[in-house]
């Protein structure tokens, strides 16, 4: 692997996330909603993000369950970390092009694990009120 590739996925830590996540607006929250298909469709495309399809999901689930107002018991910090990740695995020119063969995903994956290891109690409660809210809607209309 070419030595300054491996460097920029190095980089990629909870400060990294945290510090671009913080220039994360109410508009970039839209337009992940807005290409949540696309998203979704880059995950499973992708060998290195493969493994991630189930959290992709939550993670759109609870961008989309937010700005609805449906899901207001998260920290905005948690949003914009969600909404940053979703965002840089979008971008085909983050810091290793994605039209890199073989480690062109690298730094996605590493940017999805690292959110994972920042949100993942918030996640889990949210992963429990969705299956409450599913669980609530089927009683009602059975």
């Not at 480690?103 to 690292?114: M, P, S």
């Amino acid at each position: 692997m070419n030595k300054n590739k491996s460097n920029s996925a190095k980089r990629i830590t909870a400060d990294f996330l945290k510090t671009k996540s913080a220039s994360i607006s109410e508009a970039d929250l839209d337009r992940v909603n807005e290409r949540s298909e696309a998203i979704i469709k880059k995950f499973r495309e992708n060998i290195s993000l493969r493994r991630f399809i189930k959290e992709s999901v939550l993670f759109l689930g609870i961008v989309k369950d937010y700005v609805a107002g449906n899901y207001c018991a998260v920290p905005w910090w948690v949003i914009s970390a969600i909404v940053f990740t979703l965002l840089y695995v979008l971008n085909p020119f983050d810091l290793i092009p994605e039209f890199i063969p073989g480690i062109g995903y690298i730094d996605d994956a590493a940017v999805v694990t690292v959110c994972l290891g920042l949100i993942s109690q918030e996640l889990q409660s949210y992963e429990e009120w969705k299956g409450k809210q599913q669980r609530s809607f089927k009683q009602n209309h059975s």
